[in-house]
């Protein structure tokens, strides 16, 4: 079963503008990665943040993570259309092996 | 390093057929996965592997085999394929203790 779910599901903005993908999660988590998938390719680890972590960033990347909501936040600044893609929120839960379950993504179209 | 390889691209069988996806790494990770992506659905766990040797199931595991038996090569068999299992699957692989998973380019594969 879907343990993550994006919204919105698509986003289309110009470039230069801010983009916010959400993602909330119904049981307790380890960790809460985001990924990117441009079309046609697989999956690219962008971030990770920890459940005792609130924010996080990584160059124009911004996470949030609120455990009390279960839900983070992918903000992307200044975007270019090269950020044309699909992001995915993904959970990790406790356990040896730390299965990680997926969302369905948001499909973010930057226009130049 | 070429990463996570999966042959072949793309592979369209007939119903009854079986198959097998290949899949290896050259990062020495222990991790490694297979998922399947449908539109909509984000990426559903098929199998996984923690190492040589141990393998176990995931969300979606019926229908499907694997085994693990150098931690470089992690191949998943169709044992008779079904017009349900039409889907995009993705292999990948992660450090014990490490979240981060890198992905395969994926194998398009279709039953008639």
């Known amino acids: 079963s879907q343990q993550g779910e994006e919204d919105p599901q698509a986003l289309s903005i110009q470039e230069g503008e801010n983009a916010t993908m959400n993602c909330s999660y119904k049981t307790s988590i380890n960790n809460l990665q985001w990924y990117r998938q441009n079309s046609g390719r697989g999956l690219v680890h962008l971030i990770l943040?920890?459940?005792?972590?609130r924010e996080k960033h990584s160059g124009r990347l911004r996470v949030t993570l609120d455990t009390s909501k279960k839900s983070s936040s992918l903000l992307i600044t200044a975007s270019r259309a090269a950020d044309t893609a699909s992001y995915f929120c993904a959970t990790a839960h406790s356990g040896g092996y730390q299965k990680v379950t997926f969302g369905t993504g948001t499909k973010l179209q930057v226009i130049p | 390093n070429a990463g996570v390889t999966q042959t072949p691209k793309f592979q369209v069988l007939k119903t009854g057929q079986s198959m097998t996806l290949q899949c290896a790494q050259d990062m020495n990770h222990e991790y490694m996965s297979w998922y399947r992506q449908d539109p909509g659905m984000g990426l559903r766990l098929i199998h996984y592997?923690?190492?040589?040797?141990?393998?176990d199931q995931g969300e979606v595991p019926n229908g499907y085999n694997v085994s693990r038996s150098t931690t470089e090569d992690f191949p998943l068999r169709l044992l008779s394929a079904a017009p349900s299992q039409t889907s995009v699957y993705f292999c990948?692989?992660?450090?014990?203790?490490?979240?981060?998973?890198?992905f395969g380019p994926g194998t398009r594969l279709t039953v008639l």
């Open positions: 592997s923690v190492g040589a040797g141990i393998t």
């Open positions: 943040i920890r459940s005792n972590e």
């Open positions: 990948a692989s992660s450090r014990q203790g490490r979240n981060e998973q890198f």
